[in-house]
């Protein structure tokens, strides 16, 4: 009703020191920096920057891989990570005169060189943040790995001019991006779903579903079936690629499973019972996967808070900011401000908030319960920025209330006005956070319950949301006469606004 919701709940994210450490231990990272050591003077690559064939036997041995051709496949892509993130910088090779053996000369092709690149030495040296960075380049040229056409006969491609006829790959590459990133977008969803309580695996078929099958519909379609299950192999070959760049945990697809035409599955699966679907793929975020994958929904303009985003800002940012965060994730963003303030004071910091709790706007009130959630907070040392705001009308109420609540005696008394107002915005705060309605039929009708004549006071509080409030409560509560005096209520004071 007031300050803008985030798309996305806040995350929590370990530390940087260890993702640094779990970016550094992800195997194709590992496998990067051994190859980028190992490369010497004499070490060529091609055009492309890719290690020449003949070099990749003894990569391949170098890293404990057999020099076979999947050795010499992990090697290339290895290899690859590190051109692309600065561990190796690549001399590209240049057209030149080569002896020809015969005292003359022949025009060829020379091999390129390469020599370390200045991200290597950061590898031991460097920061977390210099880490992590390193690492997020090495996403991206996975990412970009992943997205890339399959080319099941690449000689079918190659016109006889020797141009590559790029239209018949039927390949949209911002389309198949951003697929990728939807699926990795649900993903991430899920993980934070229920207050970080979804972190567990989820099916692959479950999660193609949720990008192709339309929310509104009942019975997927045979059609639909298929879509689905021809984007769980393709996710399939993805999530393959993505798990050894750490930001996965995969279990692919039991390739017993597969049918010979077409390599497709049965997308059926997602409603078979939990033995099964784990046959069909199962896939996590890492700790690692959930800062990278919020890091490109950043770069994207992706509104993806994190506990802690606030911690070095002011009471009211802090307080605007945790308006509709989860209960669990506001009280540790809350900690982390405190703990910030730690040599301001627990008064100064108290004042603050209370300073920022104050207006009339739309959101006010739900400022004021989240300030009364972090003075609680903030211990007993806040008493005397508290005690300073009991003669206030916006905060004279929750200040009586925090007295009470940590055992002070010789609270004055509130004045009825204070009463009304302070049961006017704690409903208004409530329906603002869009609590569970049987806490808030309960709230409802313990306030009113508290007071006789309630409805015939109430409608005169100097309150903003006093009428909005009162229809609310017409609504909300159980007993029909209560409820009908409610709504009378709210139109005595609608009618007193003027409105």
């Known amino acids: 009703m007031s300050a803008e919701r985030p798309i996305l709940p806040p995350v929590r994210l370990h530390s940087e020191a260890e993702l640094a450490r779990e970016a550094l231990a992800a195997p194709l990272f590992v496998r990067a920096v051994k190859l ?12 492309g920057g890719e290690l020449v064939e003949a070099h990749l036997p003894a990569a391949a041995e170098h890293l404990g891989l057999p020099a076979d051709e999947e050795g010499a496949a992990y090697a290339s892509e290895a290899w690859r990570l590190a051109v692309d993130t600065g561990l ?4 590209d090779p240049e057209e030149g005169a080569l002896p020809d053996g015969t005292g003359g000369s022949q025009e060829a092709e020379t091999e390129g060189t390469v020599t370390a690149g200045e ?3 950061l590898i031991t040296s460097g920061s977390p943040q210099d880490i992590l960075s390193i690492w997020l380049d090495g996403l991206d040229a996975v990412h970009a790995d992943a997205t890339a056409p399959v080319l099941d006969d690449f000689a079918d491609l190659v016109g006889e001019d020797g141009s590559i006829d790029f239209d018949a790959l039927d390949w949209d590459p911002e389309a198949e991006a951003e697929f990728l990133d939807g699926v990795l977008g649900n993903l991430y969803l899920l993980t934070l779903a229920d207050n970080g309580a979804g972190d567990g695996p989820v099916p692959l078929p479950a999660l193609a579903a949720s990008m192709i099958v339309p929310d509104d519909m009942g019975e997927p379609t045979d059609d639909i079936l298929e879509q689905v299950s021809e984007a769980m192999m393709r996710l399939d070959d993805q999530f393959r690629l993505l798990e050894p760049i750490g930001i996965v945990a995969y279990q692919p697809v039991d390739e017993a499973l597969m049918v010979e035409e077409g390599e497709a599955v049965d997308a059926s699966a997602a409603g078979a019972d939990e033995e099964d679907v784990t046959r069909y793929g199962m896939v996590k975020l890492t700790p690692l996967g959930l800062y990278g994958v919020r890091a490109r929904m950043l770069e994207a303009g992706v509104d993806a808070p994190a506990v802690g985003d606030l911690a070095d800002k002011g009471a009211d940012t802090l307080l605007d900011g945790i308006a509709h965060y989860p209960e669990a994730a506001a009280r540790a963003e809350i900690q982390l401000w405190l703990a910030g303030r730690g040599s301001q004071g627990a008064v100064a910091a108290a004042a603050e908030l209370l300073a920022a709790a104050r207006g009339t706007d739309e959101g006010a009130p739900l400022r004021r319960l989240h300030c009364q959630q972090a003075l609680a907070l903030a211990g007993a040392e806040a008493e005397p920025a508290v005690r300073a705001v009991l003669g206030d009308q916006e905060l004279g109420g929750l200040a009586r209330v925090w007295l009470a609540e940590h055992g002070a005696t010789d609270v004055p008394p509130p004045p009825e006005a204070m009463i009304f107002w302070l049961a006017i915005d704690t409903i208004a705060a409530q329906l603002d956070a869009d609590g569970e309605l049987d806490e808030l ?4 009708e313990g306030l009113s319950a508290q007071h006789s004549g309630f409805f015939d006071e109430i409608w005169r509080v100097d309150h903003p949301a006093t009428a909005d409030v009162l229809e609310a409560m017409g609504r909300l509560h159980s007993d029909k006469k209560a409820a009908k005096e409610a709504r009378k209520a709210a139109f005595k004071a609608r009618s007193r606004a003027g409105g």
């Open 36 to 47: 980028a050591r190992w490369a010497g003077p004499d070490t060529r690559v091609g055009a």
């Open 88 to 91: 190796l910088d690549v001399t």
């Open 119 to 121: 991200n290597l030495a």
């Open 441 to 444: 039929q309960g709230l409802v």
